[in-house]
């Protein structure tokens, strides 16, 4: 079975610094998706950025990019820039590819506070 | 060129009622999913269900709880005899056929309170 595990509960950071949240997980596939996903107090589910694990390049997306390190089962996600509105949950989620049924195994979430 | 729509946004029931939760997916979209989230904690896949089946029902409880996707009309989450435990947001999310290349789209949740 596989498992995603965010260590840390609360994070703050001052606006315009650079913020970086840890997620790791646990599989045996070899094909799978990871992806962070955004839930601000509105609660609305919001992707941030996705990443195949068959690509060694890490994936940007604006402020936000990860650093994928597959044979540590590590993904993390780095907001550079960070502004008030990326205030929210921040979960990691896995996703296998054979089989595939469209089930997230997500994290436990990490609050993000950016602070004036 | 609306996303997943999910109503009732708040519902409350008494234990013991029934609670019915609707979702109508991306237009276009046949696939369906739903996920709950306990508070303080990440969602929690129950359903993946197609028109008129359902392809993985392995998160759902296995009493109380029903998932469907008709033909017509939008997906519903039925949840009988409810009980406190069941006080959850459950998010609805779509996708136009086999995922991971196409990304789930959530909707906003429905948050269930059980008194």
């Known amino acids: 079975a596989q498992t995603v595990t965010q260590s840390q509960p609360e994070m703050s950071v001052q606006e315009a610094e650079t913020v970086t949240l840890s997620c790791t997980y646990d599989?045996?596939?070899?094909?799978?998706?990871l992806f962070w996903y955004k839930q601000p107090p509105s609660r609305q589910m919001i992707l941030v950025i996705r990443q195949e694990a068959y690509k060694q390049q890490n994936a940007t997306e604006n402020r936000f990019s990860v650093n994928f390190q597959k044979a540590a089962k590590s993904f993390s996600l780095k907001i550079s820039d960070s502004q008030l509105g990326d205030t929210a949950m921040y979960f990691c989620a896995f996703m296998k590819v054979t089989g595939n049924t469209g089930k997230l195994i997500f994290g436990q979430g990490t609050t993000l506070q950016v602070k004036p | 060129n609306a996303g997943v729509m999910q109503n009732p946004r708040h519902l409350v029931r008494r234990r013991g009622q029934e609670a019915r939760l609707r979702c109508s997916p991306v237009k276009g979209h046949s696939h369906v999913y739903w996920y709950r989230q306990l508070p303080e904690e990440g969602l929690k896949f129950m359903v993946y269900l197609q028109k008129e089946n359902i392809i993985d029902e392995s998160g759902m409880p296995k009493e109380r709880f029903s998932a469907e996707f008709p033909k017509e009309g939008p997906s519903i989450l039925r949840i009988q005899q409810v009980v406190r435990g069941d006080s959850a947001a459950y998010f609805c999310a779509s996708s136009p056929r086999y995922t991971g290349a196409n990304v789930l789209t959530f909707g906003a949740g429905s948050r269930l309170t059980v008194l």
């Open positions: 599989t045996s596939e070899n094909n799978y998706y």
